[in-house]
């Protein structure tokens, strides 16, 4: 309605002048997170994944909560590759995956289960895929190396994983560090480390002020343990 469109421009206007918001986020934030249309607000969220290394787990986690989301929340749930590997797409090659292809007015993608996956996504696609009306919005951003850090801080929630291994550990510092620094990082962010040892967890918890946790390894992100449900339930609240 006119009122509402009123509204949101008021609204847009006073962050600009608060400066709480920059260009780019500027010119999205009346396209995805207020979602007008026909039927007003379509509230979304959006949960950005990054690790401190390749293999940290982040695309493991991206298809398990995206599967949790659109199978057991039964929400449309978006599982999308921000990182330029193109790996999503070797999904299409299990035999054991049920797989359809399919497009729509923004791109081609292929669904598994509940759930719509984008491989290799562009920035230039990201708008159009936030207005396609998804409840969940994963976005797999790969390592630090690679990773847009300016696109995990745009998200709802900001989920930053670790690995164990003792000869990763000093990325997850630096990751630790530059995020840290750089940002509040209390604001949505959680910091997560598969299998993470209690002594470790709590040496880098206080050493930069974080809730770092311990999750445990899933199997096949596919078929999610019932006692998984609850872990990963508490990452989108």
Same mark, same amino acid.
């Not at 530059?178 to 997560?192: C, H, N, P, V």
């Given at each position: ?11 847009? *206007? ?11 986020? &500027? =010119?999205?934030? !009346?396209? +995805?997170?207020? #979602? ?74 292929? *669904? ?10 562009s920035? &230039? =696609?990201?708008? !159009?895929? +936030?207005?396609? #009306? ?29 690995n164990?291994?003792?000869?990763k ?66 990452l989108l609240?």
């Amino acid at each position: 309605s006119t009122a509402f469109l009123l509204t949101v421009i008021h609204f847009m *206007r006073a962050e600009e002048k608060n400066g709480l918001f920059c260009k780019s986020y &500027k =010119e999205r934030r !009346c396209i +995805f997170i207020f #979602g007008i249309g026909g039927n007003g607000t379509k509230p979304h969220l959006t949960i950005g994944i990054m690790g401190c290394c390749p293999g940290a787990g982040v695309t493991h986690l991206a298809i398990a909560l995206a599967n949790l989301c659109g199978s057991k929340l039964g929400a449309k749930t978006a599982c999308i590759e921000f990182h330029g590997r193109d790996e999503l797409r070797f999904l299409m090659t299990e035999d054991k995956l049920p797989f359809r292809q399919a497009e729509n007015n923004c791109r081609s993608y292929f *669904r598994i289960y509940d759930v719509d996956y984008y491989p290799n996504t562009s920035a &230039k =696609e990201l708008p !159009c895929l +936030f207005n396609q #009306g998804y409840r969940y919005l994963i976005l797999d951003l790969g390592s630090t190396g690679e990773a847009d850090l300016s696109e995990l801080l745009r998200c709802d929630r900001k989920i930053v994983i670790g690995n164990p291994a003792p000869w990763k550990m000093d990325k997850f510092r630096k990751t630790l560090t530059q995020i840290t620094q750089k940002t509040a990082s209390g604001d949505g962010f959680l910091y997560l480390m598969e299998m993470g040892k209690p002594k470790t967890l709590r040496e880098l918890s206080g050493k930069y002020h974080i809730i770092l946790r311990s999750v445990p390894f899933i199997q096949n992100p596919f078929r999610i343990e019932k006692e998984i449900f609850s872990i990963l339930q508490e990452l989108l609240e």
